[in-house]
């Protein structure tokens, strides 16, 4: 399969610093996913594209990037996905909204800087005892399941249209961890976490 892979460059120690485009054509496998498209260039065709990457099963969350313009993790995209008229083009950037450090990787400390100022446990006033559990029953856990799966890849904070125009404000995976804890039965802070939420770049910033 015939694919033309054209990802942006940006490289910080180049003499003139620029975000560049850069096409790669390709042939690879008809099941292979985006990711493995740029390993392979990676690997076979260009050493300096820099890119993250870790697990290549949608676990680790370190692939996120931009595929024809939407997030999306790249290891569980296939390249495939994008054919049209019998033409493959992929177009790979960075994730959005985070600061570039070189070509595809970008820097995840404003993210998780956000994530740790939602105090991202469990606060309880009951803690169990030494070597005991702290049991919640299946029902008071099961509309958490959504958000307690979250892989915190940075593909919601890639595409948030808030976070275009205001770099302060908390950002859907933080406010995601934080109503992890809000609605966690066994947290009895809401109270103090939903005050904190309430301010400035908080919840009501979300459109
Ligand atoms: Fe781990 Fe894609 S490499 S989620």
């Given at each position: 399969?015939?694919?033309?892979?054209?990802?942006?460059?940006?490289?910080?120690?180049?003499?003139?610093?620029?975000?560049?485009?850069?096409?790669?054509?390709?042939?690879?496998?008809?099941?292979?996913?985006?990711?493995?498209?740029?390993?392979?260039?990676?690997?076979?065709?260009?050493?300096?594209?820099?890119?993250?990457?870790s697990c290549?099963?949608?676990i680790c969350?370190s692939?996120?990037?931009?595929?024809?313009?939407?997030?999306?993790?790249?290891?569980?995209?296939?390249?495939?996905?994008?054919?049209?008229?019998?033409?493959?083009?992929?177009?790979?950037?960075?994730?959005?909204?985070?600061?570039?450090?070189?070509?595809?990787?970008?820097?995840?400390?404003?993210?998780?800087?956000?994530?740790?100022?939602?105090?991202?446990?469990?606060?309880?006033?009951?803690?169990?005892?030494?070597?005991?559990?702290?049991?919640?029953?299946?029902?008071?856990?099961?509309?958490?399941?959504?958000?307690?799966?979250?892989?915190?890849?940075?593909?919601?904070?890639?595409?948030?249209?808030?976070?275009?125009?205001?770099?302060?404000?908390?950002?859907?995976?933080?406010?995601?961890?934080?109503?992890?804890?809000?609605?966690?039965?066994?947290?009895?802070?809401?109270?103090?976490?939903?005050?904190?939420?309430?301010?400035?770049?908080?919840?009501?910033?979300?459109?």
């Open positions: 399969m015939d694919v033309t892979v054209k990802s942006k460059r940006y490289n910080p120690d180049a003499e003139r610093p620029q975000v560049d485009w850069q096409e790669y054509p390709i042939s690879i496998d008809e099941n292979a996913t985006v990711l493995d498209a740029l390993i392979m260039i990676r690997e076979e065709v260009d050493g300096t594209l820099s890119l993250r990457c290549r099963s949608s969350g692939c996120a990037m931009r595929i024809n313009g939407q997030a999306m993790l790249a290891c569980n995209t296939k390249v495939s996905d994008f054919e049209e008229n019998g033409n493959i083009k992929l177009l790979v950037e960075p994730p959005g909204n985070m600061p570039v450090i070189k070509d595809l990787v970008v820097d995840f400390v404003p993210f998780w800087s956000k994530v740790k100022s939602v105090d991202p446990w469990l606060k309880s006033s009951h803690p169990p005892k030494y070597m005991e559990e702290h049991i919640a029953s299946n029902e008071s856990m099961l509309h958490l399941s959504g958000v307690m799966g979250c892989i915190m890849c940075g593909a919601c904070v890639s595409d948030c249209t808030v976070l275009e125009v205001d770099k302060s404000f908390l950002g859907p995976a933080a406010l995601a961890k934080a109503y992890r804890f809000v609605s966690d039965p066994r947290d009895d802070s809401t109270k103090f976490r939903l005050k904190a939420l309430e301010k400035p770049s908080g919840m009501w910033d979300c459109t």
